[in-house]
């Protein structure tokens, strides 16, 4: 074996070939002054002393080196760590060696052997340090590095320690940047054609092909001292052992790179000459004291680092801007690398066994203090992909790109017991950018839904769609560091601030398709990178010793150990352990009796029970939350100056635009809260949107229209809010024509008729607030609070009860002034059924397989579902090797191609590739489908356990039940116009007020819905109509017991499902007396306007028409036929699903009965159905334990109120009703039997309360 492979000698391997050497010496740069002389223009920035030097050594000569080839090898790997062609460099070098003092002179022992003494000769310690002014022009110039040669380089410089001896002065030794400022001076500056740093991305250090390349093209480079300076083009190259090889990640043209070296010293970083060596038996006396360091001045102690970027358009080239190639395999390769450059260097020989025990050396990663960056880019590109067969991406084009910022390094020391280097911790002293005319486009491939391809498919068409732009862009941060004296937090500066200026965006069909399909490909990767983790096994490991309620209890063991806390514990121990009637003067009801006391001769109150002018907003949880005054710093400022999105559906024509002047989004940090016993922090969110407003095309608009051409944004006047001023000039006439700033007005940009398309305002200005309360789930740490609030007191009365800690989110709009024809009011259907509510189909098939597995996964215990995931995992695993080896293969044949083979070994090469190439895709499907099962599998896994646990706290009692979420939305005003085709002429109005939905998630994932409204007014407004009012409630006196005025009031409270099942424990629906004035002309109006794509001839009833007939037919025969041997029998599993998905399980229902005003008129002058003023009443409804859809609901209510109205409108009409003026009560059952002749007794009395049960339906008297 030794004979086939010989074993290697050497570390290193170091070749030069034709070598050309010329050394040239004049009289013009000899003699000590003439050098001396252009020593100091060579190295002027250094001083020089003030005495007269003397040196041992001083020579300067010109020189000039050429050679061919220049190459370092590390032992056998078979790329060179550097690699240099056609090398030429000339310029004066200087050598200069200052003679040593006393202090710097060693005496060595010479052994001369016998019979002779030892002989001791002096030494100086003083280094030769060189002087250069060196022009340099290379051809090619490549470097290599990457940590897979890390152990090899230790090993060299281990092996030069036994060849150079280090310096004999006691001193630290330095680094080997101090080394080169200390030895190395003057100016270098080379012209490289071809510059490339090679980043290793493997740990194999005989790789060849994982690397990042990093390429300068003509650059010219000028090296003096703390300077550096680069001009090219830079470009950055992936190369990797797949399809993505050689991609071009980054391409910079006409770059200027400088890089600004500060060095942090105790003394002058630039005096050189001033250092003194001390030989080990001439240390100083003050010294004895303290480590002797001949280098302390000069040392330096950090790096302070400037790096300034910046481009120009090519003077020949002015459509060639910066860009940036981006594909999903290309992230993954780059976080890979990320994490190879980024990990700890293993040490090599090192330790009392190799007796080497000097401390390591310090990195130069962790010796910056600080860095600035400045960047200036004149226009910038990004494109990202999914994947190389470019079917679905995105671009960003960018105009002007300014930033700079300042980073700070911190080393934080750790004390945990052990021995740990400190821990780098890069934080953000300021940054400022600004980015001008950016833009945002969506692409995807017409037939994206084919993602496999064969290498001779020709790739399909990319449609390019728009989707955001701003005008101008500006950031800034501004961090204040605790730790420097004097320096407090401003509460309202807050530490980063955004404003966007002008910002155009649209949201359509295919953008939400691309989009989609983004995101969901993100989350695949991300959620695969995450369950094949070993994360992802800690979750459902149980400790036998512990239970996941251990933390919540309030023993001393779960909680921290704070003197702070203990404090509070102690105050609060102290207060329990009093009487209950101390508890009661030191509680709130006593400071309630003292203010009382107190103003009882000063202020008059009286109560009054008209609540009407009481604002609902203390009762909004998320408002409250986000308004107290508890604020530490402001953390994010977010300003959108004159926003416009525009919003186009999917069925319908036309699209809508959402403008804001000035829309404000304010995060707060507050101080900890106290939630379940535990100390949280608390984060809020606070916006605003003013003068926000609502535009649609009034118009369809051509068929070929688009929402990517011809889009009318608005402009500037019509966005922001206009002051009422009087025109001073003629000019501005013209522009109020055919405009307005109320709701209904068009805007266009040509006066009168014409054929453009015109936008009309639907929403008017107005004003829309969001608040958001969030606290988190795990404690904080308690040494970094400054003042840690008191624990809430128990509660000791009904009148004492304090608001928790809840999860809040509060939306608020103040007046609505609406106004819509049916094609608006058709796109805003639209947009909300299909843009806003859209789920995707995937999404879809995801949901109901998750629901599957739920179902199937609650017939096995947790126990066996370990197994089956632990395998899941070792497939994709595999999977995931069995590509990257098909990738590898892949890559091996196409490289083979390209070296032009013979005919008989291309077609086999390509009979290759494409069976490789199918093979990929199979095992991409494979991965896809594995990884999706693995995704649901844990999912399922989680959350059984967390239902578990949940379980096991509800019957232990070890946490009450509290609300943990709470969703809020209302609005105070609201009019809805109702129009006709042109915008104009109105329909009907709609009036709305006081408007509340609240939905309350409880920890035992019960959820209460409560959905209140205050007023309710709907008018007819079409000409020469009898009855004016539509809907409305009906007069009531100011004494009559109305719970704050509200017209509608609907309350749920859902249970946690049962097997899938929803469970609605209370339902109540309460409705105020109504009046009902109705038209059969105003009828067919509405419902024309509602559904405008129904036939206008047809009559709008009930009626179904032969063709649905004929559908229900169809779906009914094949309902009963699926019992038949053609269909497959249903599982339980997709029995359960079914019924959970479609059934709800009602246990109370209630609606109170509801007295109502009819009045009716038809199209004729007099009919049998015309009404004037009849007095109805809806019924009282029960239902108890029924298990409904929400459309059997309804059609319960419909048929249960039918009967009962129907037989009081018809009583009513033929006058059948009790002599009211008769005081005799004999009178009511004649009438009653007289109604029983007629009609007979199938109607039931009035005052009557239906109810239904488990036992049936009601059944009404024969």
């Given at each position: ?7 290697r ?19 013009t740069?000899h ?18 002393p ?5 040196f ?44 040593a003092?006393?202090?710097?002179i ?15 000769i ?37 092996s ?9 002065d ?69 190369r ?149 067969s470019m ?17 700070m ?61 701003v005008?101008k ?5 501004e ?46 990767n ?16 149980k ?19 704070n ?109 900890p809260?106290?939630?379940d ?39 500037i ?12 000039e003629?000019?501005?006439?013209p ?23 015109q ?36 509660e ?49 098939e ?7 597995m ?72 494979q ?11 844990l ?21 009450p ?12 005003h ?11 002429i109105?329909?009907?109005?709609l ?10 998630s ?20 079409l ?18 017991p ?48 509602c ?22 037919g ?21 029995k359960?699903?079914e ?24 199209n ?30 309804l ?17 009513q ?16 059952p ?33």
């Amino acid at each position: 074996m030794y004979k086939a492979a010989p074993p290697r000698t050497r570390l290193f391997a170091w070749t030069m070939t034709d070598v050309e050497i010329l050394i040239l010496a004049d009289p013009t740069i000899h003699g000590t002054e003439k050098v001396i002389n252009i020593m100091r223009e060579i190295d002027h920035e250094t001083p020089w002393p003030e005495e007269p030097i003397d040196f041992s050594t001083l020579w300067c000569r010109v020189v000039s080196l050429r050679c061919t080839e220049w190459k370092f090898v590390l032992r056998d790997f078979p790329q060179p760590l550097m690699d240099i062609r056609k090398y030429y460099v000339y310029g004066q070098l200087v050598g200069a060696e200052q003679l040593a003092p006393k202090r710097a002179i060693r005496t060595v022992a010479v052994h001369l052997g016998e019979p002779f003494d030892p002989y001791v000769i002096e030494r100086g310690m003083l280094p030769l340090k060189f002087y250069h002014d060196f022009n340099c022009g290379i051809e090619s110039f490549s470097y290599a590095f990457g940590p897979c040669w890390e152990p090899v380089i230790a090993q060299c410089n281990l092996s030069f320690s036994q060849i150079s001896a280090p310096s004999r002065d006691p001193s630290p030794p330095l680094t080997f940047w101090d080394k080169m400022r200390l030895l190395l001076h003057g100016r270098l500056t080379m012209e490289v054609k071809q510059l490339t740093v090679l980043l290793h991305a493997s740990l194999d250090p005989y790789n060849t092909t994982e690397e990042m390349a990093i390429t300068w093209e003509g650059v010219a480079m000028d090296w003096t001292n703390a300077k550096f300076v680069y001009k090219g083009d830079l470009n950055v190259f992936v190369r990797t052992a797949s399809k993505y090889d050689d991609v071009q990640l980054l391409k910079i043209p006409n770059l200027k790179l400088i890089l600004g070296i500060q060095w942090v010293c105790l003394g002058d970083p630039n005096d050189h000459h001033s250092i003194i060596q001390c030989a080990p038996d001439k240390i100083p006396e003050y010294s004895s004291n303290q480590v002797h360091d001949s280098f302390r001045a000069f040392r330096s102690q950090n790096v302070n680092l400037s790096i300034v970027l910046e481009t120009k358009p090519v003077p020949n080239e002015p459509n060639s801007p910066p860009l940036l190639l981006l594909y999903g395999s290309t992230l993954k390769w780059i976080e890979n690398l990320k994490l190879i450059l980024s990990g700890v260097t293993r040490p090599t020989k090192r330790g009392k066994i190799f007796k080497n025990v000097r401390p390591r050396k310090v990195q130069l990663s962790r010796h910056y203090r600080k860095v600035r960056l400045l960047m200036g880019l004149h226009k910038f590109q990004v494109f990202y992909w999914m994947s190389f067969s470019m079917q679905r991406g995105c671009e960003f084009f960018g105009g002007r790109l300014s930033s700079s910022s300042e980073h700070m390094l911190s080393l934080i020391p750790l004390d945990d017991g052990l021995k740990h280097r400190p821990k780098a911790e890069w934080s953000v002293v300021y940054m400022n950018s600004e980015l001008n005319d950016f833009e945002v486009w969506l692409k995807s491939a017409y037939h994206d839904e084919f993602d496999t391809e064969t290498p001779s498919s020709p790739k399909p068409p990319v449609e390019k769609c728009y989707c955001l732009s701003v005008a101008k862009v500006s950031y800034g941060r501004e961090t204040a560091f605790p730790s420097q004296p004097g320096c407090e937090r401003n509460k309202d500066m807050p530490t980063h601030k955004l404003v966007v200026y002008d910002l155009r965006g649209a949201w359509t069909k295919s953008n939400r398709n691309v989009a989609f399909a983004l995101f969901d490909t993100f989350m695949k990767n991300t959620r695969l990178k995450k369950n094949l983790s070993t994360d992802a096994l800690k979750f459902f490991r149980k400790d036998s010793t512990s239970t996941p309620l251990k933390r919540r209890n309030t023993d001393a063991s779960g909680t921290p150990t704070n003197t702070a806390i203990q404090t509070i514990q102690t105050s609060s121990a102290v207060q329990d352990s009093s009487s209950p009637m101390s508890k009661l003067q030191s509680g709130h009801a006593a400071n309630m009796l003292q203010q009382l006391i107190a103003e009882v001769d000063n202020n008059a109150v009286v109560y009054s029970d008209d609540l009407s002018a009481v604002s609902r907003q203390p009762h909004l949880q998320g408002l409250q939350a986000c308004q107290e005054d508890d604020v530490m710093h402001k953390n994010w400022q977010i300003t959108l100056v004159n926003a416009q999105v525009l919003l186009k559906g999917c069925e319908t024509k036309g699209y809508i635009i959402i403008s804001a002047a000035k829309a404000e989004i304010i995060q707060r940090i507050h101080r900890p809260a106290w939630k379940d016993r535990t100390l949280v922090s608390k984060t809020t969110w606070v916006g605003s949107l003013e003068c926000m407003q609502y535009y649609a095309t009034v118009n369809a608009g051509g068929e070929n229209d688009t929402a990517n051409e011809n889009i009318m944004w608005l402009t500037i006047d019509n966005i922001q809010e206009k002051e009422s001023a009087p025109i001073s000039e003629p000019s501005e006439v013209p522009n109020m024509v055919g405009s307005g700033v109320s709701v209904g007005a068009v805007v266009s940009d040509t006066v009168g008729a014409s054929n453009s398309r015109q936008l009309q305002r639907i929403v008017s200005r107005c004003k829309c607030e969001f608040f958001y309360a969030d606290y988190g789930d795990i404690s904080v740490d308690l040494e970094a609070i400054a003042e840690i609030p008191p624990p809430p007191q128990e509660e000791v009365g009904p009148w004492e009860s304090k608001p928790s800690a809840v999860d809040a989110f509060t939306l608020m709009h103040h007046d609505l002034d609406v106004c819509t024809n049916s094609l608006q009011y058709a796109m805003l259907l639209d947009i909300v059924n299909n843009l806003l509510l859209y789920v995707e189909p995937t999404r879809k098939e995801a949901l109901e397989k998750l629901a599957r597995m739920r179902f199937k996964l609650q017939l096995q215990t947790m126990e066996d579902q370990r197994k089956p995931i632990q395998n899941k995992q070792m497939e994709v695993r595999t999977l995931q090797s069995k590509l990257r080896r098909l990738e590898k293969e892949s890559y091996l044949v196409n490289k083979a191609l390209e070296e032009n083979p013979d005919e008989e070994e291309l077609i086999e090469l390509r009979q290759d590739a494409e069976r490789l190439e199918r093979l990929m895709n199979e095992c991409k499907n494979q991965l896809n489908t594995q990884s999706e099962e693995l995704d649901l599998m844990l999912s399922c896994y989680k959350e059984s356990q967390l239902l578990a646990n949940a379980r096991l706290a509800t019957t232990r009692s070890d946490k009450p039940l509290t609300i943990v979420r709470a969703n809020e939305i209302c609005f105070k005003h609201a009019q809805w116009r109702l129009t006709e085709a042109d915008g104009q002429i109105g329909i009907a109005d709609l009036v709305l007020s006081n408007f509340l939905y609240t939905k309350n998630s409880k920890s035992d994932d019960s959820v209460e819905h409560l959905l209140e409204l205050g007023y309710l007014r709907m008018t007819n407004l079409l000409p020469n109509e009898i009855y004016k009012e539509v809907l409305c409630p009906t007069e009531i006196q100011y004494d009559m017991p109305i719970e704050h005025k509200k017209v509608l009031r609907v309350f749920c409270r859902e249970r946690p499902p049962v097997g899938g099942i929803s469970v609605k424990e209370h339902f109540e629906i309460n409705l105020v007396p109504l009046t009902i004035g109705l038209t059969k002309k105003f009828y067919n109006t509405m419902m024309k306007f509602c559904f405008p794509e129904r036939d206008e001839t047809s009559d709008y009833n009930d009626k179904p028409t032969e063709e649905e007939v004929e559908q229900k037919g169809k779906k009914i025969r094949s309902r009963r036929n699926r019992d038949s041997n053609f269909y497959v029998h249903i599982d339980d599993v997709e029995k359960m699903k079914e019924r959970a998905e479609k059934n709800k399980l009602f246990v109370y229902i209630k609606i109170p009965e509801v007295p109502v005003k009819v009045s009716y008129k038809g199209n004729k002058e007099k009919n049998l159905e015309d009404l004037r003023d009849y007095s109805l009443v809806i019924p009282t409804l029960e239902y108890h334990n029924m298990t409904w859809t929400w459309l059997d609901l309804l059609m319960a209510i419909r048929n249960d109120s039918k009967r009962v109205i129907l037989s009081q409108a018809i009583k009513q009409k033929l006058q059948i009703k009790r002599n009211t003026g008769s005081l005799d009560d004999c009178s009511a059952p004649q009438e009653e039997d007289k109604a029983r002749m007629l009609f007979g007794s199938r109607h039931a009395p009035e005052n009557r309360s239906i109810r239904k049960g488990v036992s049936g339906v009601f059944k009404f008297g024969k």
